[in-house]
């Protein structure tokens, strides 16, 4: 599979769609951070932007919202050009039409709701009562239309986030943009708000980005995710192959994976030997990998056992010894984290734990069947 | 550890701190009580009714009303173009622009004089143009309060819209309104705290106006004597009628203080 070739290649789109979608070659820098990054969008897609603090996330979006001049590349979205400093076009935020939804929101403080819905309207000129008539539409499509005479300090922070998304879908918007959208709603609050922004986004027309640092929140809302990491997209796929291959150890970790590089020594016998040492040997192998070739391979830390001194009948096929040097309880099981050849975390029991006294420097035993390990080309 | 079990910090006074403090209490208040207990409390209706003093209180509200109107007018403008400007030169511009703050008023007056008068720089063209000659008129008395009180005003303002969430203005950007949709319809209300208390502030400042009207603009009752000038002026020959009108001006003024107090009678003044 093509991992981190051009997004357009990987989630083939025909040209006509893409016309009505984002083209946007990125290239800003403010001091020592580059940003560098092509992103292809069409119409009606929802893409999530995943990437750690500082990766960039937020000045690509900023970017695209006409909140930060490119250096050099180009915007267009539905063959109208935005941005391109060759050719010295630039149009601001304000002719733009783009549905931003803040992280804060940033409603007004000092309008109602409803007028707050009717912002954009009022500001592209339309009559104060046809703005608040089109306001009311939205809210009423919405299921917001009780709050309407409210002041956004009235609002509760999932009231505030649906009200902000109202305000953003209201400007007639060509491209909706959404910087962790989430973020601010407590746990509950968020599981709620998420299913039902998946669907407010698939029913919007133009192409969405969604900017966020937590992995569910790309899985679930989005049909394609875009890695970036220190202003470079290093990986892009449909959620199901960003979660089951990821190509950095920063999405590994995002997925709960075991990550390995390195390269295929025996291909006959799916023989790989780890840059970080030690060996796995995987059940199967991509087909035409040649010896050497450089690759990936992941484990599930659930697919790995953990055993003090004999192991067990059966006969896995990857095994090795490390020291615990950590032990951390997730909500329903314990993280184990191992030194050895390779590194590896292995979940296990609660129970496990206790009877077999796991602390922080006891020497154990690691196994893997084959079966387990998924090998695929490193990009 | 201290016997006390105070859960209150130590509040105690130490009194080379403390006599100070006292006595500066009372040079603060004791002229206030004067005035108040010197008032002719019974004649003071017909003090006021006096047509001279009525004059004087009419012209003081209609000048220092139309002064702050001409400050908004002016003065929000440059606070905004102070506080979002990044040219280089703006904070030389600032602080040329809050001089009157710290001139003395008669220089403004002098200045004022020096400019505009009927042989100043500018006003021997007005003059010769139109054959208006602005100081000793009541115009003269406006320009004169505007001077001296619409840095209070600039300074206010320009610290509100410093301190207003520029985030609330780049999500009016995104939503398609232009800057000064954006500044009339966002940025405005937000400071509008700031502005009430920068006009109040600005309106009582030209209302006490002394140094610079009386240089620039005279004395003529009914043009130019405004409430400070009409005190000083019959101060010698009428004091019970300077003092009713000394009473008004502080009344004047505690109300200014009350209006103002959320802004500061709380500790950490925020201009």
Request: neutral net charge; without cysteine.
């Amino acid at each position: 599979m093509a991992q981190q070739r051009d997004p357009a290649v990987s989630a083939p789109v025909s040209t006509s769609s893409l016309i009505e979608g984002l083209d946007a070659d990125v290239q800003v820098s403010r001091g020592a951070f580059a940003l560098s990054a092509h992103v292809r969008v069409p119409g009606g897609e929802v893409l999530a932007v995943l990437g750690p603090n500082g990766a960039g996330k937020t000045t690509l979006l900023r970017t695209l919202a006409g909140l930060i001049p490119l250096r050099q590349g180009r915007i267009s979205i539905a063959g109208t050009v935005w941005d391109d400093p060759a050719t010295d076009v630039f149009k601001d935020a304000t002719e733009r039409r783009i549905g931003l939804v803040f992280q804060d929101y940033r409603l007004f403080p000092h309008l109602s709701v409803l007028d707050n819905v009717a912002f954009a309207p009022r500001a592209r000129g339309v009559k104060r009562a046809a703005a608040r008539a089109h306001a009311l539409e939205t809210l009423q499509t919405l299921g917001l239309d009780a709050l309407a005479a409210r002041r956004p300090a009235q609002l509760s922070g999932g009231q505030a986030q649906r009200v902000a998304l109202a305000r953003a879908l209201a400007s007639g918007p060509a491209m909706m943009l959404l910087d962790e959208p989430l973020a601010a709603l407590d746990a509950r609050t968020r599981l709620e708000i998420r299913s039902e922004l998946r669907r407010r986004l698939t029913s919007f027309s133009g192409p969405s980005i969604v900017v966020t640092h937590d992995p569910l929140e790309a899985l679930v809302l989005a049909d394609r995710i875009l890695v970036l990491e220190e202003g470079r997209i290093v990986q892009t796929g449909t959620p199901a192959e960003v979660a089951r291959r990821p190509v950095t150890e920063y999405v590994a970790r995002l997925m709960g994976l075991n990550l390995y590089a390195g390269r295929l020594i025996d291909p006959a016998h799916g023989r790989i030997r780890l840059d970080s040492g030690g060996e796995l040997i995987a059940a199967s192998i991509p087909e035409g990998l040649p010896a050497d070739a450089k690759v990936l391979a992941v484990l599930a830390p659930t697919a790995i056992s953990l055993h003090l001194g004999e192991l067990p009948e059966g006969s896995p096929r990857n095994v090795w010894a490390g020291t615990v040097s950590g032990v951390e309880l997730l909500t329903d099981r314990v993280r184990v984290a191992v030194k050895g050849a390779p590194d590896a975390l292995v979940d296990v029991t609660a129970a496990a734990v206790a009877e077999l006294r796991l602390t922080p420097g006891l020497e154990v035993q690691l196994s893997a069947k084959a079966g387990e390990v998924t090998a695929y080309p490193a990009p | 550890m201290s016997a006390r079990r105070d859960t209150e910090p130590d509040t105690r006074v130490p009194w080379p701190l403390a006599v100070p403090a006292v006595l500066a209490v009372l040079f603060l208040l004791l002229p206030l009580s004067g005035l108040l207990l010197r008032t002719p409390w019974t004649e003071l209706p017909q003090l006021l009714a006096e047509p001279a003093a009525l004059q004087a209180l009419r012209l003081s509200l209609i000048t220092a009303t139309a002064a702050t109107a001409l400050s908004l007018f002016l003065g929000v403008p440059l606070a905004w173009v102070l506080a979002r400007s990044r040219r280089p030169g703006i904070s030389l511009l600032r602080a040329f622009v809050t001089l009157p703050l710290v001139l003395p008023p008669v220089v403004g007056g002098v200045a004022l004089l020096m400019a505009f008068g009927r042989r100043g720089i500018f006003g021997q063209y007005i003059y010769e143009y139109t054959g208006f000659s602005l100081p000793f008129t009541v115009w003269a008395v406006i320009i004169a309060e505007t001077f001296v009180a619409m840095p209070f005003l600039v300074v206010t303002v320009e610290g509100a819209l410093r301190s207003a969430d520029r985030g609330l203005e780049e999500a009016a950007a995104t939503l398609g309104s232009g800057p000064f949709a954006t500044f009339r319809r966002v940025t405005l209300p937000l400071i509008w705290p700031s502005l009430i208390a920068g006009s109040v502030l600005t309106w009582a400042r030209a209302l006490g106006e002394f140094g610079a009207t009386a240089t620039f603009a005279g004395s003529f009752p009914g043009t130019t004597q405004t409430m400070p000038i009409y005190i000083y002026e019959t101060m010698q020959s009428e004091p019970d009628a300077a003092i009713a009108l000394s009473l008004v001006l502080l009344v004047v003024s505690v109300t200014v203080l009350a209006l103002l107090r959320d802004r500061w009678l709380n500790s950490g003044t925020r201009l």
